[in-house]
């Protein structure tokens, strides 16, 4: 894929970094002179622009891109530069980088962001999965379909140890995605047997969050038909 990053900084340097490892093509941008150091980054192509102003980012070709990242230190020109990548040029995927907050509600689909990731946020949430068990974490929300991604470790009370994976009633609209064993990433099929203390990671909407929480809790009815 060929990915733009916004903002140069330590953020978006180790970003692009990480996807130059996997086999991607990135373009980091940056308006301030100095943050252009294309021996920090090798591999990326580098842009000396302002990414919120139109007619410098049109340089950097967005509508090649298949995803646009906006990972500066300022809230507002993530926001701007996400609305101008989803509606001038058509960026299939947009992702933006909160520094505040208190600014969360703002990075939705009608700035044009398609996923916010929000780094105090997830903080806390790893910090609550840490020492939390029995309840759901929200480590983050996909803006698309308002559909979040939530953490679970799985009581050894709960009635669902020892169940396959299809004998579960899941609420509708529930996807679970993978499971960490004994600090092993998993991909459960239907016939995968839950453990106790088995961390879960499901694609949820907010509507089944409580149903899910209570599906997994020691006093759940978990059989389906």
Same mark, same amino acid.
């Given at each position: ?38 021996? +920090? ?127 579960? +009633? ?56």
């Amino acid at each position: 894929m060929r990915i733009s990053i916004a903002g140069a900084g330590n953020v978006g340097q180790y970003i692009a970094k990480e996807l130059i490892d996997n086999n991607h093509t990135v373009l980091l941008i940056d308006r301030d002179p100095e943050a252009i150091n294309q021996e +920090a980054v090798p591999g990326a192509e580098w842009l000396l622009a302002d990414a919120c102003e139109l007619d410098f980012i049109t340089e950097a070709h967005l509508e090649t891109c298949d995803v646009a990242i906006a990972a500066t230190g300022d809230d507002k020109a993530n926001l701007v530069h996400s609305l101008l990548a989803k509606t001038e040029f058509a960026v299939p995927r947009t992702v933006a980088r909160v520094n505040h907050p208190n600014n969360e509600w703002l990075f939705d689909e009608q700035w044009g962001v398609d996923v916010a990731v929000s780094t105090p946020r997830i903080m806390c949430a790893l910090a609550e999965e840490a020492v939390t068990v029995g309840d759901l974490v929200r480590l983050f929300r996909f803006t698309r379909g308002d559909t979040g991604l939530v953490e679970m470790t799985l009581p050894q009370t709960s009635p669902c140890v020892g169940m396959s994976v299809s004998e579960i +009633a899941w609420p509708v609209d529930v996807v679970l995605l993978a499971l960490i064993r004994d600090g092993r990433g998993r991909a459960p099929n239907a016939d995968f047997v839950l453990e106790g203390a088995d961390e879960l990671l499901f694609l949820v909407p907010p509507d089944a969050e409580k149903p899910l929480a209570r599906l997994l809790s020691p006093t759940a009815d978990v059989r389906g038909g």
